[in-house]
């Protein structure tokens, strides 16, 4: 990389450090590499750091997002994953291997020869699926790829575009459209794991977001409405119609919505739990479907 420089790429980084660090990036010498790593020449890397300094997401200037140890496509516009949705993948994974579903550790690709041959595919839909993130992740979990068939969906054409590239080397299916609206009709009944990181942020509650959520990732992955749960309701009462008995919905809240959606699968006959992982500061809530 050094003979693309007139200087050392050392100076480059430090160079690059310095301008971050004056703009309040918390991680400045990561950014700082991953940037100069992502630059053949200075006036590209020119430009993404005066981007990045002005508050454009790191991940869309990458042109992809680190998620549950795989580097996700995201672009401008794009809704940019994080990491706290790892949960939802870690309790999907959870569900899939006690159904004995042939999952391995995060990260694995498709082992390449059948497993479990005897099992149908596992149906998965990632609901608000945004980049695909959450499917994907799943997808590596497994064992055989052909063990496991993958949906997307998301009402964003721009989302849509980056979940296919994403999705497609797992052999998934990516649709466009309002939430069930969306999806096949064949999938009623069938789904074993719906996940879904629909908006949750309160409406008055937007303006208070960091800046380069706010103004560079669509409001419409953001907005949860009045309280933050309007998706929730949605998804929530429409769920029991596509889970097969004893499939799983799981869906991400904050903290202090977790009760109030609790109560709400439980009113849809979901049998709710609520999760959470201190390390990743992420709860989500898990309803069972019984039949």
Do not use: K
């Amino acid at each position: 990389m050094t003979s693309a420089w007139p200087e050392s790429a050392a100076r480059v980084v430090d160079n690059v450090v310095r301008r971050l660090r004056a703009a309040g990036c918390v991680f400045a010498e990561d950014e700082a590499r991953l940037l100069v790593e992502a630059c053949r020449d200075t006036g590209r890397l020119e430009g993404l750091v005066a981007r990045r300094v002005a508050g454009e997401p790191l991940e869309q200037l990458l042109g992809w997002a680190d998620f549950a140890g795989r580097r996700i496509a995201v672009g401008p516009g794009v809704f940019v994953p994080r990491r706290r949705s790892e949960l939802l993948v870690r309790l999907a994974v959870a569900h899939l291997h006690a159904s004995r579903l042939g999952v391995t550790s995060w990260g694995s690709p498709p082992a390449g020869a059948a497993h479990d041959a005897g099992r149908p595919p596992a149906v998965v839909v990632d609901l608000c699926c945004g980049s695909g993130a959450i499917g994907v992740a799943i997808a590596a979990a497994l064992a055989d790829g052909a063990a496991l068939e993958l949906h997307a969906a998301d009402v964003d054409p721009t989302a849509v575009e980056y979940a296919r590239r994403n999705v497609a080397p797992w052999g998934g299916a990516v649709h466009l459209g309002d939430l069930f609206e969306a999806l096949p009709a064949s999938l009623r009944g069938r789904v074993q794991v719906l996940t879904a990181n629909a908006p949750y942020v309160p409406t008055a509650s937007i303006p208070f977001m960091p800046a380069e959520a706010r103004e560079h990732e669509p409001l419409l992955a953001l907005d949860g409405g009045s309280d933050g749960l309007d998706f929730h309701r949605s998804i929530a009462s429409a769920a029991p119609q596509w889970l097969a008995d004893g499939g799983l919905l799981v869906i991400e809240v904050s903290r202090r919505q977790a009760e109030t959606a609790a109560r709400l699968f439980a009113s849809h006959g979901l049998a709710p739990r609520i999760e959470s992982d201190e390390d990743l500061d992420a709860v989500a809530v898990v309803g069972t479907a019984g039949r």
